[in-house]
């Protein structure tokens, strides 16, 4: 593999109690039935603009999904300071891959102004060619948008990439895309769901990015 792509949440970075405690803050101040942590993770990979409809205990208006959305990303930006963590080993892995001159990004249902905020924050703000965020395509995981549009833009062959992550949507992502797919298990909250996905590769750590 030449082409490394990979998901934020829990592959570069464990977001998973940061995105937890930000949901389910942001229901109880809109008034909503708050959420179990297991039904926020199961959602985390997907954008909030698909997810948060789909955990609200009631039918909303467009109106009060841009509520909701608002609050939880202000929620978020309090929580995420202390609460963001990049994993054992993946610093070391980015370095090697760049010192064998491979291409790396990030792919992320995230906007693109938190993701990259979130990458400065554990000092990985200046080590991808680009990021894609949830802003930048048109469909979101696990449509191939972001993986393609990365493709063309740096010409690069499908064939020598691989999209990285943690979760189902990231595996058939990489699929609808026509590259190849690695679990990152460090991060998984279901890893017999990602397993059945039939990975290319099973990554058990960061380290195993150099063995690919």
Same mark, same amino acid.
């Given at each position: 593999?030449?082409?490394?792509?990979?998901?934020?949440?829990?592959?570069?970075?464990?977001?998973?109690?940061?995105?937890?405690?930000?949901?389910?803050?942001?229901?109880?101040?809109?008034? *909503?039935?708050?959420?179990?942590?297991?039904?926020?993770?199961?959602?985390?990979? &997907?954008?909030?603009?698909?997810?948060?409809?789909?955990?609200?205990?009631?039918?909303?208006?467009?109106?009060?999904?841009?509520?909701?959305?608002?609050?939880?990303?202000?929620?978020?930006?309090?929580?995420?300071?202390?609460?963001?963590?990049?994993?054992?080993?993946?610093?070391?892995?980015?370095?090697?891959?760049?010192?064998?001159?491979?291409?790396?990004?990030? &792919? @992320?249902?995230?906007? @693109?102004?938190? *993701?990259?905020?979130? *990458?400065?924050?554990?000092?990985?703000?200046?080590?991808?060619?680009?990021?894609?965020?949830?802003? @930048?395509?048109?469909?979101?995981?696990?449509?191939?948008?972001?993986?393609?549009?990365?493709?063309?833009?740096?010409?690069?062959?499908?064939?020598? @990439?691989?999209?990285?992550?943690?979760?189902?949507?990231?595996?058939?992502?990489?699929?609808?895309?026509?590259?190849?797919?690695?679990?990152?298990?460090?991060?998984?909250?279901?890893? &017999?769901?990602?397993?059945?996905?039939?990975?290319?590769?099973? *990554?058990?750590?960061?380290?195993?990015?150099?063995?690919?």
């Amino acid at each position: 593999m030449r082409n490394f792509l990979f998901d934020f949440d829990s592959t570069l970075a464990d977001t998973r109690n940061v995105a937890v405690a930000s949901t389910q803050a942001a229901y109880k101040l809109q008034g *909503l039935t708050v959420p179990s942590r297991a039904a926020v993770v199961s959602y985390m990979g &997907v954008p909030i603009e698909v997810s948060f409809a789909k955990m609200a205990d009631r039918p909303m208006s467009e109106a009060e999904l841009q509520d909701l959305y608002t609050v939880f990303r202000e929620q978020y930006h309090l929580a995420e300071t202390n609460g963001i963590t990049l994993f054992a080993g993946m610093g070391e892995a980015l370095t090697e891959l760049k010192a064998k001159s491979d291409h790396i990004f990030v &792919v @992320s249902s995230k906007h @693109s102004v938190p *993701l990259q905020r979130n *990458l400065e924050q554990i000092g990985l703000g200046d080590t991808f060619e680009a990021i894609s965020g949830s802003d @930048s395509v048109a469909h979101y995981k696990p449509a191939p948008d972001g993986i393609l549009n990365l493709l063309d833009r740096f010409d690069l062959v499908a064939a020598d @990439s691989v999209m990285i992550g943690d979760a189902i949507y990231d595996m058939q992502m990489g699929k609808n895309a026509g590259v190849a797919t690695a679990a990152a298990m460090w991060g998984a909250a279901d890893p &017999v769901a990602v397993k059945a996905e039939q990975p290319t590769y099973i *990554l058990q750590s960061p380290l195993d990015l150099l063995t690919i």
